[in-house]
């Protein structure tokens, strides 16, 4: 079935690395969700792009949105320990059958001090 | 302000034994409702989404049912649970498909 692809599945990155995490889809994205959750926690939204090469930044990360609108990354710059967490794409395949936003299967982030 | 109301907290059941987790949503009406299941290291497995009070789409058949009684509530069920149930259960809603959700704290079950 159509499905949105996340890699790396893990990464370890030493405190003060950067760090980025792919989202890609085989079909056209209405729009792509971010969130990150933290060990034992919930995700939690973090953005939403919508338009053709959207960028947005918040503090260290920078989010893109692929001007064929199928792709996306997150980068984290200069990583500190508070970023550990999976971080999770949700993209709203256009023409899926679906209304309901799929999301990726998420990248894990591992920062050693 | 809207939140969501998601428990048990924590849940360990014995196999063959009934499941009833209960998410509620409050300050907000006729939200998209979902539940989710995450496995151990893995990703969201999307369970069950409602549109409105009665109104359920199953996206994977199993041993699982939801219902809507309420238009802010969202109920999951089993009959008998499995082994293969265990995991970590998470309640989310969202205005519309096209916006961000917000999800509950989470019930993390393991059956025995």
């Known amino acids: 079935g159509q499905q949105v692809m996340q890699i790396p599945q893990y990464q370890h990155v030493q405190e003060g690395e950067d760090f980025t995490t792919y989202c890609n889809s085989s079909t056209t994205l209405s729009n792509i969700q971010w969130y990150k959750q933290r060990p034992g926690g919930h995700p939690v939204f973090l953005i939403q792009l919508v338009k053709s090469g959207e960028v947005k930044k918040q503090k260290r990360l920078t989010f893109q949105f692929g001007e064929a609108k199928k792709n996306s990354s997150l980068h984290i710059t200069a990583t500190q320990t508070t970023d550990v967490g999976t971080y999770f794409c949700?993209?709203?395949?256009?023409?899926?059958?679906?209304?309901?936003?799929?999301f990726g299967r998420g990248t894990s982030l591992i920062v050693h001090p | 302000s809207q939140t969501i109301h998601q428990w048990p907290a924590t849940l360990v059941q014995p196999v063959g034994s009934p499941l009833s987790l209960e998410c509620t949503v409050e300050g907000t009406s006729n939200p998209n409702l979902y539940w989710y299941r995450q496995a151990a290291g893995r990703g969201l497995q999307l369970l069950f989404y409602?549109?409105?009070?009665?109104?359920i789409s199953s996206e994977v058949p199993q041993n699982l049912s939801a219902s809507r009684p309420q238009d802010r509530q969202f109920i999951l069920s089993s009959k008998k649970l499995l082994l293969s149930d265990s995991g970590f259960y998470l309640c989310?809603?969202?205005?519309?498909?096209?916006?961000?959700?917000?999800f509950g704290q989470g019930t993390r079950l393991t059956v025995v």
């Open positions: 949700a993209g709203l395949l256009i023409g899926g059958g679906s209304y309901i936003p799929t």
């Open positions: 989310a809603w969202s205005l519309t498909e096209n916006t961000e959700a917000f």
């Open positions: 409602s549109v409105g009070i009665g109104q």
